[in-house]
C-alpha cells in the first residue's frame, strides 16, 4: 500500500459493541485501525479510499481450534505415515484456505514437533499468507492416549511437567492435553479419563510460570470436571457435558470450545466416505448427548468461544468456520452471541487485546461484508474483500 491511510468509507461498521454507519480509518504502517467509530479524517496524510457503501465492516475470524496439518481426510490417523516436509506443504495451503475465508487468526491445538509454532513464525515474517497462528506445539497425552501419533506422550505429573515445558521452549502459545479419549484414536473410550486431575495440575503449573493458557481436550464429565478444578484455560469438545458441570465450569470462567463442526463432519458422512467405523459409532453416540450440552452451557452461562477443530473428517479448512457459525445458532446462539464467540471471545481466550474489534488500536484484521453479521449469521459467508494487518489478501 503506498497511500499513508486505508479509509473504509461509507458503510457500516459491525462487531461485539453492535453496529452503527462509521467510517474505518487504517494506518497503513502499523497495520492498526486509527478510528472505527466515526467520519472519516485523512488529514494532511496521503489516503486511499475502498467505498463501502450498502456494506458492513467486520473483524476477521478467530478459530480457536484447529489442526492445521490435517487436510479433513475420512482417517486421520494415516497423517502418522507422512514425513513432516509434506504435512508442512499442507499446513501452508490450510493458512491460505483460512484467511481467504475471513479467518484471520487461528490456534492450532496440536501437530507434530513444531510444525504448527513454525507456520506461525513464516507468517509473521512473510513468508507464507496466513492468519495470525498461537499454536500448542504437540499435544501432552498419556502414552497410547488419544492422538498418541502427533502428541508428546508423558505419565504421572514430573513427566507431564517437563513434557509442557518442552513445548515452551518451542514457543507455544497455548498448552495443550487429552484429558479424555477421543473419537478419532482407535481403542480410545470417548469420555474415558486419560490424564488425571493431579497431572493435569502440573500441566497448568508449568503454563501459567510463563503466563501461558492451557486447553484440554476432554469429552466426559469427569474427565472435564478434572480439567477444571486443575485450572484448564479451555475445555474443547465438552460433548458429555452435565448440569452440574456446566455449572463447575462458569463459576470457575472456564471456557468452552465446542467445536460442533467436527461431529457433523464424521456424523453426516460416515462410513460410506471411508470415515472408520469405529469412529463413526463413538460420533454418532457423542452427537446424541451434545445436544444436552449445550442446553446446559446456555443455561448456567458458560463463556462460549468459537473452534471448529478443522482438519478432521470433511471438516475443511477454509469452510470451517462459516459452518461452525450457523451451527451455533442452531444450536441455540444469537446471531450477535456468535459473532462475539467468534471474536472478542475467542481473541481473549488466546491472550489476545488487539483482535476481535473494529476500534483505535485493534489490529486491521477486516472483512467487507454484504450484509449485516449481528443480524444473520449467514452474512460471514462469501465475503468481499479480507483484509490482515490493513493488507488485502482475498
Same mark, same amino acid.
Given at each position: 500500500m503506498s497511500a499513508d491511510r486505508l479509509v473504509f468509507e461509507g458503510g457500516r461498521v459491525a462487531d461485539a459493541d453492535g453496529t452503527r454507519r462509521a467510517d474505518v480509518v487504517v494506518d497503513a504502517d502499523t497495520g492498526r485501525i486509527v478510528s472505527g467509530d466515526g467520519?472519516?479524517?485523512g488529514g494532511d496524510v496521503d489516503v486511499e479510499t475502498v467505498d463501502v457503501s450498502g456494506q458492513v465492516v467486520a473483524p476477521g475470524l478467530v478459530d480457536s481450534h484447529v489442526h492445521l496439518m490435517m487436510d479433513a481426510r475420512p482417517d486421520v490417523a494415516t497423517t502418522a505415515e507422512e514425513g513432516p516436509e509434506l504435512l508442512s506443504y499442507r499446513a501452508a495451503a490450510n493458512l491460505r484456505a483460512n484467511v481467504e475465508a475471513g479467518v484471520t487468526t487461528v490456534r492450532d491445538l496440536g501437530a507434530p514437533g513444531s510444525l504448527a509454532i513454525d507456520a506461525g513464525r513464516a507468517v509473521d515474517e512473510g513468508v507464507l499468507d496466513g492468519p495470525n497462528v498461537v499454536a500448542c506445539g504437540e499435544n501432552v497425552v498419556m502414552t497410547g492416549g488419544h492422538g498418541h501419533w502427533f502428541g508428546r506422550e508423558a505419565d504421572g505429573a514430573d513427566e507431564v511437567r517437563k513434557a509442557a515445558r518442552e513445548q515452551l521452549k518451542r514457543g507455544a502459545g497455548v498448552v495443550k492435553t487429552m484429558a479424555t479419549g477421543g473419537v478419532l484414536t482407535e481403542g480410545a473410550v470417548t469420555g474415558a479419563p486419560e490424564l488425571t486431575q493431579q497431572e *493435569? =495440575?502440573? *500441566?497448568?503449573? $508449568? $503454563?501459567? $510460570?510463563?503466563g501461558v493458557p492451557t486447553a484440554a481436550h476432554a469429552h466426559g464429565r469427569e474427565g472435564i470436571r478434572n +480439567? #477444571?478444578?486443575a485450572g484448564i484455560t479451555s475445555v474443547e469438545h465438552g460433548t458429555f457435558m452435565d448440569e452440574d458441570t456446566a455449572e463447575l465450569m462458569a463459576r470457575e470462567g472456564t471456557y468452552w470450545v465446542p467445536t460442533a463442526s467436527a461431529l457433523e463432519g464424521i456424523v453426516e458422512n460416515g462410513v460410506e466416505a471411508g470415515i472408520p467405523e469405529e469412529a463413526v459409532e463413538k460420533a454418532e453416540d457423542a452427537q446424541e448427548r451434545f445436544e444436552r450440552a449445550w442446553e446446559h452451557a446456555l443455561d +448456567?452461562?458458560? !463463556?462460549?468461544?468459537? &473452534? @471448529?477443530? /478443522? &482438519? @478432521?473428517?470433511?471438516?475443511?479448512? &477454509?469452510?470451517?468456520a462459516l459452518r461452525e457459525m450457523e451451527l451455533m445458532v442452531e444450536y441455540g446462539l444469537t446471531s450477535t452471541a456468535a459473532l462475539e464467540? $467468534? !471474536? #472478542? !471471545? /475467542?481473541?481473549? *481466550?488466546?491472550? *489476545? =487485546?488487539?483482535v476481535g474489534r473494529v476500534a483505535e488500536g485493534y489490529r486491521a484484521d477486516l472483512l467487507v461484508l454484504d450484509d449485516d453479521p449481528n443480524e444473520d449469521v449467514t452474512a460471514w459467508r462469501d465475503a468481499a474483500a479480507v483484509y490482515r494487518d490493513g493488507e488485502r489478501v482475498a
Open positions: 467520519d472519516a479524517d *493435569l =495440575s502440573a *500441566l497448568v503449573d $508449568a $503454563a501459567s $510460570a510463563k +480439567a #477444571v478444578r +448456567a452461562g458458560v !463463556t462460549i468461544a468459537m &473452534g @471448529t477443530d /478443522a &482438519g @478432521t473428517p470433511f471438516n475443511f479448512h &477454509g469452510e470451517n464467540a $467468534a !471474536t #472478542v !471471545t /475467542a481473541a481473549e *481466550l488466546l491472550g *489476545l =487485546s488487539d
